[in-house]
């Protein structure tokens, strides 16, 4: 990676990016939505395709020259088709977002209502936050989770969706510790006449290992990013019934995307190809046990956990009782080399920018080879850290077992 062209062109980012290097492989990375993508998906976002442009779909494009990205494009289609069950699927989806965009756009016209969840409850800016364009261009109507046992609150997504009569249901988070009930979510749609969109952002690894239950049966529309559990390049792609590919397609191209990333789009299907394997499956089946392994060592530690626990990999834990708000959680776990995002917690008191969360999560420290006893110790150091207060000698004593325990179980040895 690291190699002479860009030493010699540009010292200062080849030094930029040795250190970034060395921080993802010093530091404990529990952000449950980043990993570690393989070294083959690496080499194949970085590859000689980043030099084509392919605007259109395989056998139909705006430019010459296109035989083998029209080869890597069907790969990744035929792979992700196989991985999901899916009837269609568009792999040119730049960004979760994007991809979200373009499943409203090819559902919706402006103005029309949809009904997603809450911000502060786990959902995401894309579904209908008033700064995002989804808040701007749509009627969002926000559901949420019940303020006792802090699950999503179908009770109140029916009455909501009786009420608004929404064209666009979505089921999906970006900070939820359960199991997401897609049934119930069709069983809504269905009895208002609305579409059912799933964005499995966070739990597309999980679902292919059949660690989550399938969006794909019930939903019209399902969009993921590929970098998250599914561990593939930074990028996304949305799936739908056949009745919706033309549309979705339409919207991804020309409506919003002009020329495509091919070098990402050849990643994904690297990643497709990965993920296809048994060891992916483990490796799904392990993420969720050392969640729940976190989970259980920061509650022993005596942290309140949203919801009580995970059935994911991740977790909420509501530091309100603490003394101590998200943001200086998260700053301070990252002086100890813990690196984890603020987050909301529902019912949150605190602004979006200080928190009263932390979101941690287990995709990436699995990834490292890690199991359930190294979980425990991560929740033992998390709590020693978040205990201590200022004392720098508690924060380097932790920084120093973080280190040992980042050597013990190496990522990127020979980049
Ligand atoms: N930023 C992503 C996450 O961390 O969940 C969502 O876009």
């Given amino acids: 990676m690291m190699n002479e062209a860009l030493a010699q062109t540009d010292p200062e980012m080849a030094d930029v990016l040795t250190r970034e290097l060395d921080r993802q492989q010093n530091t404990l990375v529990l952000i449950p939505s980043e990993n570690y993508a393989s070294k083959a998906v690496l080499l194949a976002s970085g590859c000689i395709m980043t030099n084509k442009y392919a605007e259109g779909s395989p056998g139909k494009r705006y430019y010459n020259g296109c035989e083998l990205v029209d080869r890597a494009e069907s790969l990744a289609i035929e792979r992700a088709t196989e991985l999901f069950g899916c009837d269609h699927v568009n792999v040119q989806p730049l960004t979760?977002?994007?991809a979200n965009m373009a499943a409203y756009d090819a559902l919706l016209e402006d103005g029309d209502t949809i009904l997603a969840m809450e911000l502060n409850h786990g959902g995401h800016l894309t579904h209908g936050h008033p700064l995002n364009f989804s808040g701007r261009w749509y009627n969002c109507i926000s559901y949420g989770v019940t303020r006792d046992a802090e699950v999503i609150d179908y009770d109140q997504l029916r009455s909501l969706a009786r009420e608004h009569q929404p064209k666009l249901i979505v089921a999906g988070a970006s900070a939820y510790p359960?199991?997401?009930?897609?049934?119930?979510?069709?069983?809504?749609?269905?009895e208002v006449g609305?579409?059912?969109?799933?964005?499995?952002?966070?739990?597309?690894?999980?679902?292919?290992?059949?660690?989550?239950?399938?969006?794909?049966?019930?939903?019209?529309?399902?969009?993921?990013?590929?970098?998250?559990?599914?561990?593939?390049?930074?990028?996304?792609?949305?799936?739908?019934?056949?009745?919706?590919?033309?549309?979705?397609?339409?919207?991804?191209?020309?409506?919003?995307?002009?020329?495509?990333?091919?070098?990402?789009?050849?990643?994904?299907a690297v990643a497709f190809k990965e993920a296809l394997s048994p060891d992916f499956k483990e490796y799904q089946h392990q993420i969720?046990?050392?969640?729940?392994?976190?989970?259980?060592?920061?509650?022993?530690?005596?942290?309140?956990?949203?919801?009580?626990?995970?059935?994911?990999?991740?977790?909420?834990?509501?530091?309100?009782?603490?003394?101590?708000?998200?943001?200086?959680?998260?700053?301070?776990?990252?002086?100890?080399?813990?690196?984890?995002?603020?987050?909301?917690?529902?019912?949150?008191?605190?602004?979006?920018?200080?928190?009263?969360?932390?979101?941690?999560?287990?995709?990436?420290?699995t990834t490292r080879g890690m199991k359930e006893p190294e979980m425990t110790l991560i929740g033992e150091l998390m709590a020693r850290v978040l205990d201590a207060g200022d004392d720098a000698f508690v924060i380097a004593e932790v920084r120093e077992k973080v280190r040992e325990l980042c050597e013990r179980f190496p990522i990127y040895t020979d980049l």
């Fill in 178 to 190: 359960r199991i997401m009930e897609f049934e119930r979510f069709r069983e809504v749609a269905d």
């Fill in 96 to 98: 979760g977002a994007v």
């Fill in 288 to 365: 969720v046990l050392n969640a729940k392994a976190i989970a259980q060592s920061l509650m022993d530690q005596g942290f309140r956990l949203v919801s009580g626990g995970t059935d994911n990999h991740l977790m909420l834990v509501d530091l309100s009782d603490k003394g101590i708000t998200g943001r200086d959680a998260a700053d301070r776990l990252e002086q100890a080399g813990i690196c984890v995002n603020k987050n909301l917690v529902p019912f949150d008191t605190q602004s979006p920018v200080v928190t009263s969360g932390i979101r941690p999560g287990s995709p990436a420290v």
């Fill in 194 to 268: 609305a579409y059912l969109m799933a964005d499995i952002a966070h739990v597309a690894g999980l679902i292919v290992a059949d660690e989550h239950p399938d969006p794909i049966p019930h939903c019209d529309v399902v969009t993921t990013t590929t970098h998250k559990t599914l561990r593939g390049p930074r990028a996304a792609i949305i799936m739908c019934r056949q009745e919706h590919a033309q549309a979705i397609d339409r919207a991804v191209f020309p409506g919003i995307q002009s020329g495509p990333q091919m070098h990402v789009v050849a990643a994904k």
